[in-house]
């Protein structure tokens, strides 16, 4: 009966015969059960022999069965897993992916460098008048300085604002010194569009006012700047030039090198220099120095990343956008 | 402006570093230089002759046979210039000379363009030997002019070789700020070189006879608007031979990027080049009685101008004019523009007057620009010319046209006006340090002060007084004084520090940086358009029209300020049309009643891409829960209530409230609008930013199970989930913690008309576990207002 009932159960392949040959041996009614039951009839002095070959029997039916069980389950559970396996190699759903304008890359590396260094990020509007974008920062009217600034007038007299400058008004006339800001932001100049003029493109300019803030400062700030986004080290230059909301003015540049000629190279940024005491004198400002710089953002992105044409920008073809990953 | 090194030498002599260092020092000064340009010289095998015949070749129409004389022996030429003419001393090319200029009649010069030099050959022309060829100063490579044959004054040396006459040069084009009119000219870039060398500079109008304004020249001046023209010189010169220029003079102008024209003409433009000083020459005959006018035009006055354009004057307009011998005046040209033709010089003038005057820069600037004209003499008046030199230009002009045209300069001169007095400003050499952080000794910032032409006065410790010189009206301040001293000392010397100060920046996103980055998080590329568009580009849209236009726009697509974000984002989708998908968004300012700025978001295409199995398709409410995802980043609630709204589709359409507020739309674009850019099924929404942020504040997390229980509403199809959510919500309870639809149904199994909503509710009680009995009395409430309502519940 025992061989009998282990070949059955090393021959169970699914769970409910294994059941059923359990319900077969070990049930109420089952083999074993009724031999047990059957134990009574023997003699006395049989029994108790009788009853320990039963019961061994049937804790190695008991364990044969457990052990098939266990042996069926891990099968079951191959085959649910191998029925699960993919192929790993085809491509996965095609989700949404999103990225940052390269604009939006390079000013938020710029205004990290320039929060990390203690300024104020501030921003202000687009459409300006007169007095903020020229006359409060001492563009004379009727002077040639205002043809460097070729500007979109509005038929009310308004303007698109050629520099984020006016900003340095605006801040002035509602904040008190010392402090320390950069303003990035979107400026306008109506001049022929070709692969590196814009009608609009973005600047970003700094504004440091106190006690005696000095040339030095200016020039450190640049350095500082300079280290930041091009790598320590890196060499920088003022020159002397002319900026009506400066005095003394200097544009600066900075050395590096052409990723395409490899060729160490000034690479002209913007304008910057002294608060001109006219400004100053606009917003009723006394007994305070201060240093301003400004330059273009679209430079910084065109020239390290190679692009040909600075209309790229704003065509918006996604093919250009998404090559600009990485970070957000 | 073009500064000729060689010129340079002429003010520094042998102070005069080479020319690499120069170019070095001209940068630091703030004079930046552009470029330098190598000027080739004439070319060999050319030399000078004189024409000794000339006469038309039978058979041709143009052609001459003109015999040319080296001064040693004869030789016959072929030539088909106009000003081939006997007594003309001229260039000949002799056979083997190679010509970069030639066989290039059209466009720029060959020397610009790199051309191949042609090779003068001996060859035959209508049956006449050509022993070489007459040159053009284009053919030569020398100027751009190739309407004729060069053409010299008498005293260049016949036979010379014109390689040894004419020599290459290096010139260098710098690029001057606006406030540096005093640098518009040779002696004022020399100027500066001198002063920062610390070396003499040679002022070319240096003991010039300036007239003897009491002497009777035969000339009167009537200025009407002395304010507009404060100062007003006119000298006579009689007797000139007005004839071709000197090479040296030709050779100054082409270097300058002028063509030389006579030599009366060629010395106005050089002395405005050399000083600064524009001048005009009239021809005497010209000015009626001797008298020349200034006065304003009167509206309608016509002038001709040298340019040979007829302009039509306005009565801002300043003009030269002359009494027109019927009582009245006729203008003779536009002041501190340019002269009229036909009272300049021309080839048979005997005697000239040459005029030279100061003109307030803003009426020069204003007729420039109303007349759209572009000189040398306005560009200089506009930024300024220094308001005592017209005497002395003058005196320099006549002596020079003397020297090259002949002639004798009067003795009396005719003036106006007085020598403008000096402004003095109050200087404290201490400020440089304080504000530049250089220390430059006293003793050399007053050299530097005094090499720029300024007199400088001690008037105690530390305290100066600096009277600046007339051609630098850029110094007004002590600022100006500190930048002069600054830039000749050296920014270079400039150190580099860190100022120590008391601010602490507050912290906020004016850049809205986490909005883009969430959005691109969410799967949306960022774009960027243009803020300029055009009516039809908004009405393309139906976006608000135009508030904002300006006045002078690049073309009519670009005529108006945009009002929404959405023209530009379906642009976009309409340019990316290969693309599988978009989702797009983009923050920018738009213009209406008030500038505002905002984010507007597009999306078209699978929302996911299967590729190779089933994906989901983009719907309304896939993008209401991107949106919802926004609001839950930014810890607040959204909702959407429907309107019909222009663009959109009339029952896909939103207004999106943002924590209780209103702050724009969602919706499908409106099929007619989505078909006029070639667009599939696109959702758009623009929303006003900055999107307002809930405060974080900490709450206790519910511990206690929630009870939750499901039932099925039907109700007619117009009853919004939002309306039937007030109802059922309402009627459960306190306790109710959430309510949210798990199943919408409209179908054969309901009737037609009506809609199932199924809904889960989950109610939870803060400190204790609800009982059956307890939940199941909130949900009786429910449906007895779900069946009071008109509603049958779905079993």
């Not at chain 1, 001109?276 to 679209?298: D, L, M, Q, R, S």
């Not at chain 2, 000729?4 to 004079?31: N, Q, S």
């Not at chain 2, 009626?288 to 801002?316: C, F, K, M, S, Y």
């Not at chain 2, 008391?502 to 906020?508: I, L």
């Amino acid at each position: 009966m025992l061989d009998e009932a282990l070949h059955d159960i090393a021959a169970a392949d699914t769970l409910a015969a294994l059941q059923d040959l359990r319900v077969r041996y070990l049930g109420k009614k089952g083999v074993l059960t009724q031999r047990l039951k059957g134990l009574g009839q023997l003699p006395q002095e049989e029994r108790r022999e009788a009853g320990r070959l039963v019961n061994l029997d049937k804790e190695k039916v008991e364990r044969a069965l457990d052990e098939r069980r266990a042996a069926l389950e891990r099968a079951g559970m191959q085959a649910e897993l191998e029925r699960e396996r993919v192929d790993v190699t085809l491509p996965g759903s095609g989700l949404a992916h999103g990225g940052l304008h390269l604009l939006t890359l390079v000013t938020n590396r710029l205004l990290d460098v320039f929060t990390s260094l203690g300024y104020e990020v501030v921003g202000g509007p687009e459409l300006e008048t007169d007095r903020y974008n020229f006359e409060a920062l001492n563009f004379p009217p009727d002077h040639p300085a205002r043809d460097a600034q070729d500007t979109f007038w509005t038929t009310d007299g308004r303007l698109l604002r050629t520099h984020t400058s006016p900003m340095q008004v605006r801040y002035m006339e509602t904040h008190e010194p010392p402090f320390k800001i950069v303003v990035p932001g979107r400026v306008f100049r109506n001049e022929a569009v070709d692969a590196t003029h814009e009608a609009q493109f973005h600047q970003l300019e700094a504004l440091v006012v106190g006690e005696r803030i000095t040339m030095a400062d200016l020039n450190g700030a640049i350095k500082e700047m300079a280290a930041a986004f091009f790598g320590e080290g890196t060499r920088t230059r003022l020159q002397p030039t002319f900026f009506p909301f400066v005095e003394p003015g200097a544009e600066f540049a900075i050395e590096w090198t052409h990723p395409r000629s490899g060729k160490l190279e000034w690479l002209e940024l913007g304008g910057s220099g002294m608060v001109h005491p006219n400004v100053f004198k606009a917003v009723g400002y006394e007994n305070v120095t201060g240093f301003a710089f400004g330059f273009g953002i679209e430079r910084l992105a065109l020239v390290p990343y190679g692009i040909p044409d600075i209309r790229a920008f704003y065509q918006g073809d996604v093919r250009v956008l998404q090559q600009f990953r990485g970070r957000l | 402006m073009r500064v000729p090194y060689e010129w340079l030498k002429e003010f520094l002599g042998d102070a005069l570093p080479p020319l690499e260092r120069t170019v070095d020092l001209l940068d630091g000064l703030g004079l930046a230089v552009e470029t330098v340009h190598s000027l080739p010289g004439a070319p060999r095998g050319v030399v000078v002759v004189d024409i000794l015949e000339a006469e038309a070749i039978a058979g041709s129409d143009h052609l001459l046979r003109t015999v040319v004389t080296d001064g040693v022996r004869s030789t016959e030429v072929v030539c088909g210039a106009a000003n081939a003419v006997a007594g003309a001393r001229t260039a000949l090319a002799r056979p083997g000379a190679e010509l970069p200029g030639a066989h290039h009649e059209q466009g720029d010069a060959g020397r610009h363009q790199g051309a191949d030099p042609v090779v003068v050959t001996e060859r035959t022309i209508h049956g006449v030997l050509s022993h070489g060829m007459l040159a053009s100063p284009r053919e030569l490579g020398l100027f751009e002019h190739g309407a004729g044959i060069i053409t010299f004054a008498r005293d260049t040396p016949l036979g010379a070789d014109l390689a040894e006459l004419w020599p290459a040069e290096e010139v260098i084009e710098l690029e001057l700020t606006p406030n540096r009119g005093d640098a518009f000219s040779m002696l004022g870039v020399a100027r500066d070189l001198a002063a920062k060398l610390g070396a003499p500079l040679r002022d070319p109008t240096h003991g010039a006879d300036l007239g003897d304004p009491s002497s009777d020249d035969g000339l009167t001046l009537e200025v009407a608007d002395a304010g507009a023209c404060p100062r007003l010189t006119l000298r006579g010169l009689a007797g000139v031979q007005v004839g071709p220029s000197p090479v040296w003079l030709q050779r100054r102008l082409a270097a300058l990027g002028l063509r030389p024209r006579n030599n009366v003409v060629d010395v106005t433009n050089y002395v405005t080049f050399e000083l600064g000083q524009p001048s005009h020459a009239y021809d005497r005959r010209a000015l009626t009685n001797g008298v020349l006018q200034v006065r304003r035009a009167v509206e309608g006055e016509q002038v001709t101008l040298l340019n040979e354009e007829q302009i039509t004057l306005h009565d801002e307009d300043l003009v030269i004019a002359t009494p027109d011998g019927a009582g009245g005046s006729r203008a003779i040209g536009l002041a501190g523009v340019m002269g009229g033709l036909h009272d300049s010089v021309a080839a048979d003038t005997d005697a000239i007057a040459i005029e030279v005057a100061h003109f307030d820069p803003r009426v020069v600037r204003r007729s420039a620009r109303r007349h759209k004209l572009v000189t040398d003499a306005h560009v200089r008046f506009e930024r300024g010319v220094d308001p005592n030199l017209p005497r002395r230009a003058s005196a320099r002009v006549a002596s020079l046209v003397q020297a090259v045209a002949g002639g004798l300069v009067a003795a009396g001169t005719s003036e106006t006006g007085a020598d403008v007095a000096a402004l003095s400003v109050r200087f404290r050499p201490s400020r440089v340090a304080f504000l530049t952080d250089m220390q430059v000794p006293e003793p050399e910032q007053r050299s530097y002060l005094e090499g720029l032409g300024c007199a400088v006065a001690e008037l105690g410790e530390d305290a100066w007084e600096v009277t600046v010189p007339s051609w630098r009206f850029d110094l007004g301040i002590e600022e100006d004084l500190i930048e002069e001293v600054a830039r000749m000392h050296g920014y270079e010397h400039i150190g580099d520090t860190v100022p120590a100060m008391h601010f602490v920046p507050p912290a906020h996103d004016p850049t809205h940086r986490a909005l883009r980055a969430m959005l691109a998080a969410l799967g949306h590329q960022e774009t960027m358009n243009y803020v300029f568009t055009g009516d039809a580009e908004l009405a393309r849209a139906e976006a608000p029209a135009a508030s904002v236009r300006l006045s002078e726009p690049q073309g009519i697509e670009r005529a108006v300020l945009r009002t929404s974000l959405v023209p530009g984002l379906l642009a976009t989708a309409a340019e990316n049309h290969a693309a599988t998908s978009l989702a797009l968004f983009e923050v920018g300012r738009v213009f209406g009643e008030t500038e505002q700025e905002r984010v507007g978001l597009l999306w078209r295409g699978p929302w996911i891409d299967g590729r190779w199995r089933p994906g989901q398709a983009i719907d309304f409410f896939i993008v209401k829960g991107v949106l919802e995802a926004l609001a839950s980043l930014h810890g607040v609630e959204l909702r959407c209530d429907a309107a019909e709204l222009p663009g959109l589709h009339p029952g896909v359409g939103a207004r999106v409230w943002w924590d209780g507020g209103e702050v724009g739309t969602l919706g499908r674009l409106h099929p007619e609008v989505a078909a006029r850019y070639g667009l599939s099924e696109t959702y758009v929404a623009e929303l006003a930013i900055p999107l307002a942020t809930h405060r974080i504040r900490f709450e206790e997390i519910q511990r206690q199970p929630f009870a939750e229980r499901d039932l099925a509403v039907l109700a007619p199809e117009a009853v919004t989930f939002a309306q039937l959510r007030s109802l059922v919500a309402g009627a459960a309870g306190g306790l109710l913690a959430s309510l949210e639809p798990f199943d919408v149904y409209q179908g054969r199994q309901v009737t037609a008309g009506r809609r199932s909503i199924a809904l889960r509710f989950r109610f939870r009680h803060p400190e204790r576990a609800l009982t059956d009995v307890e939940v199941d009395g909130y949900m009786r409430n429910v449906m007895s207002a779900v069946r009071d309502a008109g509603y049958d519940i779905r079993t």
